[in-house]
């Protein structure tokens, strides 16, 4: 072949991009199964099995003071924060963006969050929403 020398890559080498999709596939099938991970999310796999992407869930986030309760909108600057939290809905991100809307409602001491994702009754498939994830948050300090 004109003297040009082929080397074949060790076989641990060809063996890396099989064990790296393995190994994303695991974790996302690990996650959507314990966090409620959107399987449109962390990789992909079972994306098309379900309509249950981040764009179909919705966040209700309340803010409550001293005598008062509120349901507020999700502004603009933290509509990212908002979907990254209903995709994968874990304590970390649910706190953080708790703690941020706190900061935008001066007067509120709390502020409850509910994810919810859509899900269809077995027997009419009539479309309903399941909350999958909830969390308080307390305003730290005065």
């Not at 099989?18 to 959107?38: P, R």
């Not at 999700?74 to 963006?97: C, K, N, T, V, Y």
């Amino acid at each position: 072949m004109l003297g040009v020398r082929v080397r074949l890559p060790h076989t641990w080498a060809v063996a890396v991009p099989a064990l790296t999709l393995c190994a994303v596939a695991a974790l996302q099938l690990w996650l959507a199964h314990t966090s409620h991970l959107s399987p449109w999310c962390g990789g992909g796999f079972g994306m098309f099995s379900t309509l249950d992407g981040w764009r179909v869930r919705h966040i209700h986030a309340v803010v409550l003071g001293p005598g008062w309760r509120r349901e507020l909108v999700i502004p603009a600057p933290l509509r990212g924060a908002a979907a990254r939290a209903s995709a994968l809905p874990d304590e970390h991100r649910l706190r953080r963006l708790g703690a941020q809307l706190l900061a935008r409602s001066p007067g509120a001491d709390r502020v409850e969050l509910r994810v919810f994702a859509p899900r269809f009754e077995p027997e009419t498939v009539q479309p309903a929403a399941t909350q999958i994830a909830a969390l308080g948050v307390e305003r730290d300090g005065p």
